[in-house]
């Protein structure tokens, strides 16, 4: 029971790392949690038997007992450093990175002076005095309780303004505190000598592998939902780019598929539809363009829906004027609108053209255009 949770909880633990690896974009907070958790996760990853034992056969045993130590002790450091960066406290920096050096460089005295036995991953080092233990576990308890210190208040900061963020820092400070218990335990041990303080380690281990890992589903989640969400957009601006770019070909970056780079492929559907539409308002005549804001206006359209629906019917008009050949002319009015504020805003105002380019509304437009061209 205990070897399946300990497992589990590490690879959901490695899982989350690298599905958060791949949604990661240049935000300081989120590096910092990526970064913390795949801190944590090399650091329980090491604690295990199973990986020392290779470990003690390639390697002096002393630099294996010591060295995982030292990792565990420049993780805490980092944990702590990434979250005081992200917490804006970047002039207090020195602090983890001078109490790691102190911390690691103290274990190493007391042990090179205690002069132990070769350990092995099932025999420790004899004799070790416990103040090695004590440096470890005092550095450890307050590298770990300061980073949720700084989580939570990351977390309560108007900094914050998106909620899976808040949720995922909350959940971190919770893992985070309780990978602090095991060494609580140790601090029992090492006051009453009753090794039995040490036995519920390895469940609270496994247990944290699972919380670290649930601290950044939620991070995971959104942008999972993001992903198909953008996917989905960019399958459903393609008839409006394919029926736009065909008429401008020379306006399309790169014919090449983006596979795995569906942000990029989105950016440039947005921005290929839109140049377009700045080349194709040149074909369009004034009374075209009278006559699409009348005939809009005569089908009752909602008024959030205006504006699209009259871009709609004008780019009915250019296309069927670029097929004809007519010249292009300078257009006075600003056809391509103001458009969105963010690439979000912009995709969501195209699609609403594209579903009215190709609705009945641009079609009974199109039935009324020949009689409005033949008076230019």
């Given at each position: 029971?205990?070897?399946?949770?300990?497992?589990?909880?590490?690879?959901?633990?490695?899982?989350?790392?690298?599905?958060?690896?791949?949604?990661?974009?240049?935000?300081?907070?989120?590096?910092?949690?990526?970064?913390?958790?795949?801190?944590?996760?090399?650091?329980?990853?090491?604690?295990?038997?199973?990986?020392?034992?290779?470990?003690?056969?390639?390697?002096?045993?002393?630099?294996?007992?010591?060295?995982?130590?030292?990792?565990?002790?420049?993780?805490?450091?980092?944990?702590?450093?990434?979250?005081?960066?992200?917490?804006?406290?970047?002039?207090?920096?020195?602090?983890?990175?001078?109490?790691?050096?102190?911390?690691?460089?103290?274990?190493?005295?007391?042990?090179?002076?205690?002069?132990?036995?070769?350990?092995?991953?099932?025999?420790?080092?004899?004799?070790?005095?416990?103040?090695?233990?004590?440096?470890?576990?005092?550095?450890?308890?307050?590298?770990?309780?300061?980073?949720?210190?700084?989580?939570?208040?990351?977390?309560?900061?108007?900094?914050?303004?998106?909620?899976?963020?808040?949720?995922?820092?909350?959940?971190?400070?919770?893992?985070?505190?309780?990978?602090?218990?095991?060494?609580?335990?140790?601090?029992?041990?090492?006051?009453?000598?009753?090794?039995?303080?040490?036995?519920?380690?390895?469940?609270?281990?496994a247990v944290t592998g699972w919380c670290l890992a649930f601290s950044v589903a939620p991070l995971i989640a959104v942008a999972v939902r993001r992903g198909?969400?953008?996917?989905?957009?960019?399958?459903?601006?393609?008839?409006?780019?394919?029926?736009?770019?065909?008429?401008?070909?020379?306006?399309?970056?790169?014919?090449?598929?983006?596979?795995?780079?569906?942000?990029?492929?989105?950016?440039?559907?947005?921005?290929?539809?839109?140049?377009?539409?700045?080349?194709?308002?040149?074909?369009?005549?004034?009374?075209?363009?009278?006559?699409?804001?009348?005939?809009?206006?005569?089908?009752?359209?909602p008024v959030e829906q205006v504006e699209a629906a009259v871009t709609a019917c004008w780019l009915a008009a250019a296309k069927d004027a670029k097929e004809?050949?007519?010249?292009?002319?300078?257009?006075?009015?600003?056809?391509?609108?103001?458009?969105?504020?963010?690439?979000?805003?912009?995709?969501?105002?195209?699609?609403?053209?594209?579903?009215?380019?190709?609705?009945?509304l641009a079609d009974g437009y199109r039935q009324r255009l020949p009689a409005a061209e033949a008076s230019w």
């Open positions: 029971m205990l070897s399946t949770l300990q497992s589990s909880g590490l690879v959901a633990l490695w899982i989350a790392t690298f599905l958060y690896t791949a949604t990661v974009q240049r935000d300081a907070v989120k590096r910092a949690l990526l970064f913390a958790v795949a801190l944590k996760a090399t650091e329980i990853t090491l604690y295990r038997p199973r990986v020392q034992e290779p470990l003690y056969d390639l390697f002096n045993g002393h630099l294996v007992f010591v060295g995982v130590h030292l990792v565990s002790v420049l993780a805490a450091a980092a944990v702590l450093y990434l979250l005081v960066t992200a917490a804006d406290f970047r002039r207090l920096w020195w602090i983890p990175a001078a109490g790691s050096l102190v911390a690691a460089a103290t274990m190493i005295a007391i042990y090179a002076t205690a002069g132990p036995s070769t350990p092995t991953v099932s025999v420790p080092p004899e004799p070790l005095p416990l103040s090695y233990w004590w440096v470890l576990s005092v550095f450890h308890s307050l590298a770990h309780l300061l980073a949720v210190a700084c989580c939570w208040r990351v977390a309560a900061s108007r900094k914050i303004d998106v909620w899976p963020v808040r949720l995922s820092l909350v959940l971190m400070g919770l893992a985070l505190l309780l990978s602090c218990t095991p060494w609580l335990l140790t601090f029992e041990w090492l006051w009453t000598g009753d090794t039995a303080w040490l036995d519920p380690i390895e469940y609270i281990d198909l969400t953008q996917r989905r957009t960019v399958r459903l601006l393609a008839p409006l780019w394919r029926e736009l770019t065909a008429l401008v070909p020379d306006l399309v970056f790169d014919a090449r598929p983006t596979p795995g780079r569906t942000q990029y492929a989105l950016y440039r559907r947005v921005v290929e539809i839109r140049d377009a539409m700045i080349q194709l308002r040149n074909y369009v005549s004034p009374q075209a363009l009278r006559l699409a804001v009348d005939y809009v206006a005569e089908r009752a359209v004809r050949g007519a010249d292009a002319h300078a257009q006075p009015a600003d056809l391509a609108g103001p458009g969105g504020s963010d690439v979000g805003t912009e995709s969501q105002h195209l699609m609403q053209i594209s579903e009215l380019y190709f609705s009945a």
